[in-house]
């Protein structure tokens, strides 16, 4: 899991074991797994009513309810279905472990989502040509969140969310799943792009961006795709929180070998609110 904090008020903590730190996380038995514990028109932001069923508090109620920090989980669910993604959430709560905030890459999520006191936002399978890739879904506690959360973007491949008082400074949170099978210039500007109403918004980036950034990222290899990010990376001095553990932890492997291609990326302005990863 993920923490995040300091001039935005809220904290975060990504993470996939303990409720104070980021750690490799998988679905129970998941073949392969990628593990991190961590274009078209769009419109302005819009308070996402539909995303919650409770009022907006008034700003000293988002102080009190985010001012400690609050957990990011993300994981890869490499096809498995939404409901066994929640059936594995419930048991993390169980074992005192559930987090505040999901984010899952490669789970089918056709089906309408629930569970009692959450909130739930799916991209359905994306479909190319030759086959179906499965699509990204978030998540987050009400309790947690009521009323700071607003929906601002949702394209075929990200979902991006504002995350702060209605009146205040916010941060701009925004999840991906990038196929191998995308334009790899389009999926970056994609992932990176702001509308004007995501501009004063320091953005942290979460996902499967099917991209090798080397030892950007602590990666034995790189990619077309990866070259392009770390250009922009280079270019606004925006963070690979992946770096910040002691070792360098894979989020692929199969026969061919392993590589890092979940990542949490940060903006500067962003850097300092992740407290633990």
């Known amino acids: 899991m993920s923490t995040i904090t300091p001039e935005h008020q809220h904290r975060t903590t990504i993470s996939g074991r303990a409720p104070s730190s980021i750690a490799p996380s998988t679905i129970p038995d998941?073949?392969?797994?990628?593990r991190a514990t961590t274009a078209g028109n769009r419109s302005p932001a819009t308070t996402a009513a539909e995303l919650s069923s409770q009022?907006?508090?008034?700003?000293?109620?988002?102080?009190?309810?985010?001012?400690?920090?609050?957990?990011?989980?993300?994981?890869?669910?490499?096809?498995?279905?939404?409901?066994?993604?929640?059936?594995?959430?419930?048991?993390?709560?169980?074992?005192?472990?559930?987090?505040?905030?999901?984010?899952?890459?490669?789970?089918?999520?056709?089906n309408k989502v629930t569970m009692a006191g959450w909130t739930f936002i799916c991209i359905p399978p994306i479909r190319t040509r030759t086959t179906a890739k499965h699509g990204l879904m978030i998540g987050w506690s009400r309790a947690r969140f009521a009323g700071v959360i607003q929906l601002s973007n949702k394209t075929a491949n990200t979902i991006s969310v504002f995350v702060g008082p209605p009146a205040g400074p916010k941060q701009l949170w925004r999840f991906a799943y990038l196929p191998p099978e995308l334009d790899e210039r389009e999926a970056i500007a994609e992932l990176t792009d702001h509308t004007p109403f995501e501009m004063d918004s320091p953005m942290l980036i979460i996902g499967d961006l099917n991209s090798r950034l080397g030892q950007l990222s602590g990666d034995d290899g790189d990619n077309p795709r990866g070259h392009i990010l770390k250009a922009h990376i280079r270019a606004t001095d925006m963070e690979v929180?992946?770096?910040?553990?002691?070792?360098?932890?894979?989020?692929?492997?199969?026969?061919?070998?392993?590589?890092?291609?979940?990542?949490?990326?940060?903006?500067?302005?962003?850097?300092?609110?992740?407290?633990?990863?």
């Not at 998941?30 to 990628?34: N, T």
């Open 55 to 110: 009022q907006h508090p008034s700003e000293s109620g988002y102080a009190g309810s985010l001012g400690a920090a609050a957990r990011i989980l993300y994981v890869n669910a490499r096809h498995k279905s939404a409901a066994s993604v929640l059936q594995w959430l419930i048991s993390r709560g169980e074992d005192g472990q559930s987090p505040d905030f999901l984010a899952v890459a490669e789970v089918n999520c056709e």
């Open 30 to 34: 998941p073949p392969d797994s990628r």
């Open 241 to 277: 929180i992946n770096t910040r553990l002691p070792v360098p932890q894979m989020t692929f492997s199969n026969h061919n070998g392993s590589s890092i291609v979940d990542l949490v990326l940060a903006e500067p302005a962003a850097k300092a609110t992740i407290l633990d990863f």
